[in-house]
């Protein structure tokens, strides 16, 4: 499936380029604050769009916590701040948790298919290395519903999806180890990645005793280990998006991939209230496989038309429930995909050839736009040392909170 030309799509949606910023940094130490990351991301994703500023008719910036994270809110009218020349443009702040950069994709897609602008400028910023680990962590932790999901934990949100791993235990039964394998995998492919966060970290073994050792890979929170979890993260990434109508006025100008379909489902914030509402399911969280399933039909695509994707593995266990989620294995025979290779690169169907969250790092209000940035490489054959070969239609998986919000995305090449 690869996409359609701009005069056979009334209403579609164009990447016409982005950029992302080096996840490995730690902004504070560089004296830097959440202005110079957002004049970064901007600067980065206009010049790696080839738009003008003046071609940008509106904004959408994704971020979950900038108020604890910074002391700074309205982030909507921080690129104006920094960049006068998109002074008076509309522009709005989106919060979904870690769904925020999916969710101000849909917000500006709504936009230009609606015909209100062609041109959007869409960002995703989250600076968390302000504050010492346990703060970031609490910080993190107002995503869950407050009050009722982690009682008596540490770490909320390794908790939260340890809880999932043992729901995976008692409908399916789950081998820790399959988790350790793909902590593994994404840290391997991270290393191909120049932007991500752990590419030079020293690592254990993780398909050996080093993945069991507690001081190599101590417990975290029930079943998950350090190398479970991804990391604190400062981080920026952003792409320009454009209608059928802005190409139709720009004819020299060719975009880089287009966002044939997508997929949107909120529920519940409380993990109980959905493990309970759906204890009797096959698919532990229906609703995620629901948000995949509408993206497909959307882009009127199955599985198998896929080349690849880049899901939310902010926890091990998030990209176990992602690989039957998405239809890779029947539900709760995830680890079948772990164990023969599929999602490896080369693989029947590769995710997270990026380094994932774990791997690449999870700057939350940035991940879901990165995702879409990684696929549109992807499908552009420019990922460098991660590209998938021959790859035309990836996927995006994007979570907020215990999955309370989910987003999916399919991107397809562009014509010749």
């Known amino acids: 499936m ?69 002391g700074q809110g309205h982030l909507g009218a921080m690129p104006a701040t920094v960049r006068p020349d998109l002074w008076g443009l509309p522009a709005s702040r989106h919060e979904a948790a870690c769904a925020s950069g999916g969710v101000a994709l849909l917000a500006a897609m709504a936009d230009l298919r609606a015909g209100h602008y062609d041109c959007a400028l869409v960002l995703g910023v989250e600076l968390e290395k302000t504050v010492p680990g346990d703060e970031a962590a609490t910080h993190l932790g107002a995503a869950a519903w407050v009050g009722r999901d982690g009682e008596g934990a540490r770490f909320m949100w390794p908790h939260v999806f340890s809880v999932v791993a043992d729901e995976y235990d008692r409908r399916h039964g789950l081998d820790d180890a399959h988790l350790r394998a ?4 994404n840290l391997a492919n991270a290393r191909r990645n120049p932007n991500a966060q752990t590419r030079a970290w020293d690592l254990p073994d993780l398909t050996g005793p080093d993945a069991t050792d507690d001081a190599l890979n101590p417990v975290v929170e029930g079943r998950l280990r350090r190398y479970d979890c991804s990391q604190v993260t400062d981080g920026a990434a952003g792409v320009v998006l454009v209608s059928d109508a802005w190409l139709r006025d720009h004819p020299g100008r060719r975009p880089v991939a287009r966002i044939d379909g997508w997929g949107h489902r909120t529920v519940g914030l409380g993990l109980r ?32 038309d896929l080349d690849g994707f880049e899901v939310h593995d902010c926890f091990t266990p998030t990209e176990y429930l992602a690989i ?24 029947r169907l590769p995710i997270n050839p990026s380094g994932g969250l774990i791997g690449g790092g999870h700057p939350v209000g940035a991940s879901g736009i990165r995702m879409l940035l990684d696929a549109t490489r992807q499908v552009s054959g420019t990922a460098g040392d991660y590209q998938v070969e021959g790859a035309r239609t990836f996927g995006t998986l994007n979570f907020g909170g215990s999955t309370a919000t989910t987003v999916s995305l399919v991107v397809g090449a562009v014509d010749d």
Do not use: C, M
Request: aromatic share 6%; no cysteine; proline share 5%.
């Open 324 to 347: 039957d989620h998405i239809g890779l294995t029947g539900p709760g025979e995830s680890w079948k995909a772990v164990e023969d290779g599929s999602i490896a690169p080369g693989g």
């Open 273 to 304: 209230q959905k493990l309970e509402r759906d204890r009797d399911e096959l698919y532990v969280l229906p609703h995620v496989r629901r948000a995949v399933t509408d993206a497909f039909d959307r882009a009127h695509v199955t599985l198998e």
């Open 182 to 185: 793909i902590a593994a995998l």
């Open 2 to 70: 690869t996409a359609g030309s701009p005069s056979t799509s009334p209403d579609g949606v164009w990447v016409l380029g982005g950029f992302q910023t080096d996840f490995a940094r730690n902004l504070t130490r560089e004296g830097r604050d959440v202005s110079h990351l957002v004049g970064e991301v901007v600067d980065g994703t206009l010049e790696a769009a080839r738009a003008a500023p003046a071609a940008v008719e509106v904004v959408h910036v994704g971020n979950a916590f900038g108020q604890l994270f910074t």
